[in-house]
């Protein structure tokens, strides 16, 4: 599990690509720190497993399903990625739950500044709709962030100076892809509620229901 916070912001130094998966070596300092082979990492948002490292590196396999769902096929050498180690017991929990499991892709459709702040305009796919909610949490290339309103074409985010220093996002432009994870407390939820109205409506199958009916 993470957070959404970012620890550093890493530089892919190599991609190996094929049709059904990729290795990825990405520069970093702090995320290398109390890490061990088989801990998992989020490289812009999306959870890998670190199969090898040193204290200026890590590297991770990246399967067919995560290509193909995420931005990471897109990456190449010299972009930046957001990094994060899984939360430990004990670790300050900053953010909201972070999962590392990417939804969808969006695309940055416009982005404004707003004193401060640097608006962002992201288009989303129309089956996330329903779980994402004005001043809700949304993570963002693994950033955990707030929305500031949605409709049927978008949802907006405003970031703030420090936001746009520590992640990706002060680099990206419009026309730029971005990963997508839902609140996971939504999905819940909505499990919640779907297997309650399923239950309600289940009739009660006895010997009397189905002499009534006809069965027997």
Do not use: Q
């Amino acid at each position: 599990m993470f957070t959404g916070i970012v620890e550093e912001s890493g530089k892919v130094n190599l991609i190996n690509k094929d049709s059904k998966s990729a290795k990825i070596k990405v520069e970093a300092k702090l995320v290398t720190e109390d890490l061990n082979i088989g801990d998992s990492i989020a490289v812009n948002g999306v959870c890998l497993t670190i199969i090898e490292f040193s204290n200026t590196y890590i590297i991770a396999e990246v399967m067919h399903e995560t290509l193909e769902r995420t931005s990471i096929k897109t990456l190449k050498p010299g972009d930046k990625v957001n990094l994060e180690r899984a939360l430990k017991a004990d670790g300050r929990f900053g953010g909201h739950i972070v999962t590392g499991h990417v939804d969808g892709i969006g695309i940055i459709l416009k982005t404004k500044k707003d004193g401060i702040a640097e608006i962002f305009d992201i288009s989303y796919p129309p089956e996330l709709e329903k779980y994402i909610a004005k001043k809700g949490s949304v993570a963002i290339d693994g950033i955990s962030l707030t929305v500031v309103d949605i409709n049927k074409e978008y949802f907006r985010l405003s970031l703030i100076p420090h936001s746009l220093k520590m992640t990706t996002l002060g680099y990206k432009k419009t026309g730029d892809i971005v990963n997508i994870e839902i609140d996971v407390l939504a999905r819940y939820v909505e499990k919640l509620f779907t297997t309650k109205h399923k239950e309600e409506r289940k009739p009660d199958i006895s010997e009397d229901f189905l002499l009534e009916n006809g069965f027997m």
